[in-house]
């Protein structure tokens, strides 16, 4: 990365779940875009995630407190229309 800073192109939302989405909702539920923009804004490498699903496992907020997740699915259907999947 050239610049400090990236900025997505396009924006568009979830139409259905899938385990990008997931990861997807756990960055935003926390309050960042994406897994780019957290190392970005949290000067870290790598992302703390269950072994055995892939999915993020806990997220420190821009307030310095922590999300922590279950290894199961924590997007229902319901809020899948919510997740915004940014494009560079």
């Not at 999915?55 to 997740?83: A, S």
Request: charged fraction near 40%.
């Amino acid at each position: 990365m050239a610049s400090s800073e990236v900025k997505p192109k396009s924006i568009s939302r979830a139409k259905k779940w899938s385990e990008e989405i997931e990861n997807l909702y756990r960055f935003q539920q926390a309050g960042y875009r994406d897994e780019t923009e957290y190392k970005q804004v949290k000067q870290v490498s790598v992302v703390d995630r269950w072994p055995e699903t892939g999915y993020v496992k806990k997220l420190q907020r821009r307030d310095n407190t922590f999300y922590y997740y279950n290894k199961q699915r924590e997007c229902d259907d319901k809020e899948v229309h919510k997740v915004k999947i940014y494009a560079y």
